[in-house]
């Protein structure tokens, strides 16, 4: 059974430009959740997805929004891309609504300019 | 924020000792667990305790939860080199509408 996969692994940008990450949770998973982890701030809640709608939003600016997909599968979106939202983001999904014993990807390394 | 705090921070022994990390939270909970990342991966799903459970065990793994004190250990017996990692407890609150909040982790550091 495949784990979960992110896309891509790194990703340099510029500072003003946006970036979208991908995220396809473990088949049969309806929950996907994404962190942003920071050496400073640790593994930050950004929101949380369940059957396409979203069930939880962290308190992040606007500029962070996601979706979800019918298979399930996720993507995220940074606008207007600050050097502070250089991180590690990782998604993870899980059976159950509420990221019970969630599953994690390996993560993608964002770098900001 | 985070609602999970991770004692120590950085934790070194050799290998076949026991490590034990502690946790402390802060709101009423409906369950907490435990993770291990390896450096700038993923993380991986240790166990999972239920606020009305007081002991768990996993292969080399215990915890314990205490919910009166607010707070859990993880303790890896017989440690090797491989579980050098960082560890995170994560509280699933009653009151935080179910998203799953991380503390800032320990760093074990296990040497052959």
């Known amino acids: 059974k495949a784990g979960v996969t992110q896309t891509p692994r790194y990703l340099i940008k510029t500072r003003g430009q946006q970036v979208t990450l991908s995220c396809s949770p473990i088949?049969?998973?309806?929950?996907v959740s994404w962190y942003q982890q920071t050496p400073g701030q640790g593994l930050q809640f950004l929101f949380e997805?369940?059957?396409?709608?979203?069930?939880n939003k962290g308190n992040f600016p606007g500029r962070f929004s996601g979706r979800q997909f019918s298979n399930s599968r996720s993507e995220m979106n940074v606008s207007t891309l600050e050097l502070g939202d250089s991180a590690l983001y990782l998604c993870?999904?899980?059976?159950?609504?509420?990221?019970?014993?969630?599953?994690f990807g390996q993560g993608t390394r964002l770098t900001v300019v | 924020s985070q609602q999970g705090e991770e004692d120590p921070q950085a934790l070194s022994i050799q290998e076949g000792e026991n490590a034990t990390m502690n946790c402390s939270y802060k709101?009423?909970?409906?369950?907490l667990q435990w993770y291990r990342q390896n450096s700038g991966r993923g993380l991986v799903h240790l166990i999972l305790?239920?606020?009305?459970?007081r002991e768990k065990h996993s292969g080399r793994l215990r915890v314990t939860l205490d919910t009166s004190k607010k707070s859990s250990s993880l303790l890896i017996t017989a440690s090797r080199a491989a579980d050098t990692a960082s560890y995170f407890c994560?509280?699933?609150?009653?009151?935080?509408?179910?998203?799953?909040?991380f503390g800032a982790g320990t760093r074990l550091t296990v040497k052959p």
């Open positions: 993870a999904s899980s059976k159950k609504a509420g990221t019970y014993e969630a599953f």
């Open positions: 088949s049969g998973h309806r929950s």
């Open positions: 997805y369940f059957s396409e709608t979203q069930r």
């Open positions: 709101t009423s909970i409906n369950n």
């Open positions: 305790i239920r606020s009305n459970e």
């Open positions: 994560a509280t699933l609150g009653q009151d935080n509408n179910n998203d799953m909040r």
